[in-house]
């Protein structure tokens, strides 16, 4: 049964963009989330991304039960594509998007246009739960702030990078689009949107749930797209650089090469299934690094890390790869 205000203006419609890829398993659990939102003025565009399963048949049952689903068919071209296939529909003055194998709270749609409306924001935040398939949940914070934008705060545009927990202005995306055939797209992309919004808000409660499925944690394949991740923040500052060259938030974004680039693809590398692979992806990484970020012994983020984490990226910069994978695997 689904739960609604009645005494709520439903005039403004949302768009609910999803993502489809050979999720059978999972896609009706998201459709039923979708449908079940408290505002139901709602355009649903379910992008079926070239899927081999029985996906679509699963998409074709909900659009013939509910008229605000529209199935969009493409070839096979990855989430971005998806996305910004479904960008190119969307009708809504407000955008949002959900991975077809996540869900979204009753009110999650409510919630966050409830609170760009009120403020007259062009982007609303939420915070998010991991779900993982042992029953676990891990809570993530969406940023810690009330309302603001990058110029009074530069701080926002390192703020929890999905771009699911959100729901966005549908203009913004006017001269933004998420890059095609790479990795990090939401790294790539929520940055600048962020920066670009003239007030962004927080809603402090968990409203999007992402599936955390089991083998995409730990000991997984690694090639050169993991460096998609440089990619991904230079294009931030290419952005930011060409819409008002901020000073102090392309200093922000500085700190993603060692968030990222230093310790999220280092831990990535040690995690790698194939052994042999781990100390030349080390030395590659820190070669981009250094590069991309030669002064990023002196950033902030390393400054203030923990003894042990100091100890480790001293050895990357050292370029003791040995000790670094050993201090890992203790």
Not at 24 to 39: D, F, P, R
Not at 95 to 117: K, N, R, S
Not at 169 to 194: C, H, I, M, N, W
């Amino acid at each position: 049964m689904i739960y609604y205000y009645p005494d709520m203006e439903e005039k403004t419609l949302i768009t609910v963009i999803i993502p489809v890829y050979n999720i059978q398993e999972y896609i009706g659990a998201c459709m039923k989330s979708v449908l079940a939102q408290t505002y139901r003025n709602l355009q649903i565009l379910a992008v079926n991304d070239g899927s081999t399963d029985h996906s679509r048949e699963i998409l074709e049952k909900y659009a013939s039960e509910d008229s605000r689903i529209t199935i969009l068919d493409q070839e096979n071209g990855g989430l971005s594509d998806a996305r910004n296939y479904g960008l190119t529909k969307a009708e809504g003055e407000f955008v949002c998007f959900v991975d077809g194998d996540d869900t979204i709270a009753p009110t999650y749609a409510e919630d966050l246009l409830l609170m760009v409306q009120s403020l007259t924001a062009d982007i609303a935040v939420c915070d998010m739960e991991y779900h993982y398939e042992d029953g676990k949940t891990e809570f993530s914070s969406g940023g810690t702030f009330s309302h603001t934008n990058a110029i009074n705060w530069p701080e926002l545009v390192l703020i929890n990078n999905s771009a699911c927990n959100k729901l966005y202005r549908t203009s913004l995306f006017q001269d933004l689009q998420f890059p095609k055939g790479k990795l990090y797209e939401d790294l790539a992309t929520v940055p600048s949107l962020l920066y670009s919004a003239s007030l962004v808000s927080k809603v402090n409660k968990p409203l999007y749930f992402y599936r955390q499925r089991s083998g995409s944690i730990r000991h997984t394949s690694i090639d050169d797209r993991i460096f998609d991740i440089y990619d991904a923040i230079d294009r931030n500052k290419g952005y930011v650089i060409a819409h008002g060259n901020d000073p102090e938030v392309l200093e922000q974004l500085n700190h993603l090469y060692v968030i990222h680039g230093l310790d999220a693809i280092t831990l990535k590398i040690k995690d790698a299934e194939d052994k042999e692979k781990r100390i030349p992806y080390l030395k590659k990484n820190m070669e981009i690094l250094k590069q991309e970020y030669p002064d990023f012994m002196k950033d902030p983020y390393v400054k203030k890390a923990g003894f042990r984490k100091k100890i480790i990226y001293n050895f990357l910069a050292e370029g003791n790869y040995k000790m670094v994978l050993r201090l890992y695997d203790r």
